[in-house]
Nanobody
Framework: QVRLVESGGGLVQAGGSLRLSCAAS????????MGWFRQAPGKEREFVAA????????DYLDSVKGRFAISRDAAKNTVYLQMNSLKPEDTAVYYC?????????????????WGQGTQVTVSS
């Protein structure tokens, strides 16, 4: 089994930055890709970014390109989401997810493991 634990959320003013972390433990050898998703109140969970665990290739939601950056530290089994130039519309609970296939995915049902989420609130 795999356990994912997010941290780093909080309250920030528009234009500010936050860095989210996701620490993986357990059978991490089964993870080939990691993703970040977010869910705002009353909305469906949506894809934000993904990274290939071994190769490091990335994919981003169009609205966060140039503002967010996903990275990983294999030695620490940790994935990061650096969020800059934050906007009020980025407010959501952010979830870390892992999947057992190499191909990067954008759909919720493509991921096998999920963290508990961390709240990000951007004030205007």
């Amino acid at each position: 089994q795999v356990r994912l634990v997010e941290s780093g959320g909080g309250l920030v003013q528009a234009g500010g930055s936050l860095r989210l972390s996701c620490a993986a433990s357990g059978h991490t050898f089964s993870i080939y890709a990691m993703g970040w998703f977010r869910q705002a109140p009353g909305k469906e969970r949506e894809f934000v970014a993904a990274i290939s665990w071994r190769v490091g290739s990335t994919d981003y939601l169009d609205s966060v390109k140039g503002r967010f950056a996903i990275s990983r530290d294999a030695a620490k089994n940790t994935v990061y989401l650096q969020m800059n130039s934050l906007k009020p519309e980025d407010t959501a609970v952010y979830y870390c997810a892992g999947r057992r296939t190499v191909v990067l995915g954008r759909e919720v049902n493509e991921y096998d493991y999920w963290g508990q989420g961390t709240q990000v609130t951007v004030s205007s």
